[in-house]
């Protein structure tokens, strides 16, 4: 399989359990020289997280927060490749620890400093939404249209956005600012829903 836009082979990840049928053939009985090999040998987990690359993105993601003026943000950066997560981070994060820790206790009278410890990027439940960006653009690619098709992201009451014929409410961007005229890399790098909507109508129609 080759990627469409670069021409590199993607190979496909695949997982061999093979070597855990003689652990289920003889699992009530640990004595067994098979069990012991796979419980005996070495457990290490090695992370796939770069330092450096974790804290440029938490970086990046304070940035951006702030500029949206929202409360709270998260960001996860995959492998699209192996699955690994190569960066995780909730914002915002703790600047004191001790406060932080006083407020664990104190949850039930409406401090929400131990707010600051929710970690988002693991335990956060949120609506696939921006996802389904990737499948129309994987579907649009796949239909002739390219990465250069451009669209047109407007400001529309305070937000960027777009109204899409047939639809009698306009799509809103998250941003409150307009993207302008831009192309569908532009669009992925802003998650602009302004202009998946409008994708989307191109490739349908």
């Known amino acids: 399989m080759r990627d469409p836009r670069t021409g590199n082979v993607i190979k496909p990840v695949t997982y061999d359990y093979r070597e855990l049928i003689p652990v289920l053939r003889n699992r009530y009985n640990r004595e067994s020289d098979e069990v012991k090999k796979i419980i005996n040998r070495n457990h290490d987990v090695k992370l796939t997280i770069d330092v450096a690359f974790q804290l440029e993105v938490a970086k990046i993601l304070k940035k951006k927060v702030r500029e949206a003026r929202v409360e709270r943000g998260v960001i996860v950066v995959l492998d699209p490749l192996t699955g690994n997560m190569l ?95 831009i192309n569908m890399r532009e669009a992925i790098i802003h998650s602009c829903n302004a202009y998946f909507a409008q994708l989307g109508e191109a490739k349908s129609g």
């Open 87 to 181: 960066a995780a981070a909730s914002y915002p994060w703790p600047t004191d620890i001790a406060a932080v820790a006083a407020a664990m206790g104190d949850q039930d009278k409406g401090n929400d400093q131990a707010d600051l410890l929710y970690d988002r990027a693991r335990w956060g439940v949120y609506p696939p939404g921006s996802t389904f960006k990737i499948l129309t653009a994987t579907a649009a690619l796949k239909n002739g249209i390219g990465f250069e098709q451009v669209f047109t992201c407007g400001q529309m009451g305070g937000h960027g956005g777009a109204q899409i014929p047939g639809w009698r409410r306009p799509v809103i961007d998250d941003e409150r600012v307009g993207h302008g005229n």
